[in-house]
């Protein structure tokens, strides 16, 4: 039985990841590490904390000493990490924290595969989840390629870039089996409502403004969640060692366009005059360093792995709302106490 560690299960994409793997892989021993900070939420995958081959360890990964140990204990074959400080308005506010989880983490978790691994790496593999922010910002033309050269422009993109390079060269210093997958903005259930779409979605139900950054016009390539967590397996599975594969939906949005859809979408399955969630849209002063447009070419996960999303944006939107207006109590649990203080603070001004 292989062991495999998933760090950040308890979150939003780690969530999908961890149900796909201990569902589809009865021969694997999964192990979900999480320290269950604001974004992570142990509902999210209570259906298979049952099963026979899923473990839950609450831990944080900048504990050196606790992950060497658990890493010792275990002797874990494969890692996929997804633990991560994600939010970029967060990032803004407090980088330290994403240093910390986003760097040091990711160093903590290298190191202890390094440790264990021995220099043995027959059937061993480090698979870090990254984002496609690392490239930077777009003009209105091109798409972001494997080979794109890395210009973060946030906090959370700096951090993140930074994992990267660690896991790159822990390949090129130690021989560390690794691959990386670069993925643009995921959407579905889940979804902590701080990000927009469960954000807009949460609002439109209660009647709440919706706060649109600066004119509107950022543009953002959009993928379903589970469409990321069966690439993430591929990957996982078929991807080549020390290499990196970009995850993307063929999907640009305009974030206004994509309001008035969810506007439009909202309107119907809550019985409302279409044009009536429209009216609750607000333009709120841009964030600092803002990104124009991010676009992904995921041609060669494509070519290579034949991966390609299994939904259109319009279907993949529609089965979040169905599973927003369906889960109201998830819904409501994340977002009484500490998430409705830091909202509140957000978007006082
Ligand atoms: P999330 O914020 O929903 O979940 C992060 C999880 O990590 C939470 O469960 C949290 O409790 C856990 N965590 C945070 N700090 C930790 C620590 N120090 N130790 C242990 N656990 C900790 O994030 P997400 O949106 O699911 O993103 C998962 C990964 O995918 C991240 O690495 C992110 O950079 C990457 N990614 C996200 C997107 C996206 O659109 N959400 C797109 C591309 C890549």
Redesign the pocket.
């Known amino acids: 039985m292989k062991k495999i560690l998933i760090?950040?299960g308890?979150?939003?994409?780690?969530s999908h990841v961890v149900r796909r793997f201990v569902t589809q892989y009865p021969e694997y021993q999964i192990f979900n590490?999480?320290?269950?900070?604001y974004?992570?939420n142990l509902e999210n995958i209570a259906d298979i904390e049952k099963e026979v081959n899923y473990t839950f360890v609450k831990?944080?990964?900048?504990d050196a000493a606790f992950i060497n140990e658990l890493f010792e204990k275990e002797q874990f074959d494969g890692v996929l990490h997804?633990?991560?400080?994600?939010?970029v308005d967060r990032s803004i506010t407090d980088p330290m924290a994403f240093v910390?989880?986003n760097v040091i983490?990711t160093v903590n978790l290298l190191n202890a595969a390094k440790t264990i691994w021995k220099g043995n790496f027959e059937g061993k593999r480090f698979y870090h989840?990254?984002?496609?922010e690392v490239y930077g910002s777009l003009g209105a033309e091109g798409l972001f390629t494997e080979t794109t050269a890395y210009d973060p422009n946030s906090p959370y993109s700096a951090s993140?870039a930074s994992s990267d390079h660690f896991v790159r060269a822990y390949g090129e210093t130690y021989g560390l089996p690794y691959v990386l997958t670069n993925?643009?903005?995921?959407y579905g259930p889940n979804h902590?409502p701080e990000?927009l779409i469960p954000l807009f979605i949460n609002n439109i139900i209660n009647n709440k403004s919706l706060p649109v950054y600066g004119d509107g016009k950022y543009t953002r390539d959009w993928l379903f969640v589970e469409d990321h967590a069966v690439a993430i397996d591929l990957v996982f599975h078929e991807g080549k060692n020390h290499d990196t594969y970009n995850i993307g939906g063929f999907n640009e949005w305009q974030n206004i366009d994509l309001v008035k859809l969810l506007c439009k979408i909202m309107d119907e399955k809550l019985g409302r005059a279409i044009g009536t969630s429209e009216q609750l849209i607000t333009y709120v002063k841009d964030r600092p360093g803002h990104d124009l447009r991010y676009a992904i070419d995921a041609s060669k996960i494509n070519k290579e792995l034949g991966w390609k999303p299994s939904v259109t944006f319009e279907q993949g939107l529609e089965k979040t709302v169905n599973w927003y207006l369906e889960n109201q109590t998830w819904l409501d649990n994340v977002t009484s106490g500490a998430y409705a203080s830091y909202y509140e603070k957000q978007y006082s001004n």
Request: charged share 20%; with cysteine; proline share 0%.
């Open positions: 760090t950040g308890a979150g939003f994409i780690g590490l999480d320290a269950l900070t974004a992570g831990g944080d990964i900048v997804l633990a991560a400080e994600s939010h910390k989880t983490g989840i990254s984002t496609d993140k993925c643009s903005n995921n902590f990000k």
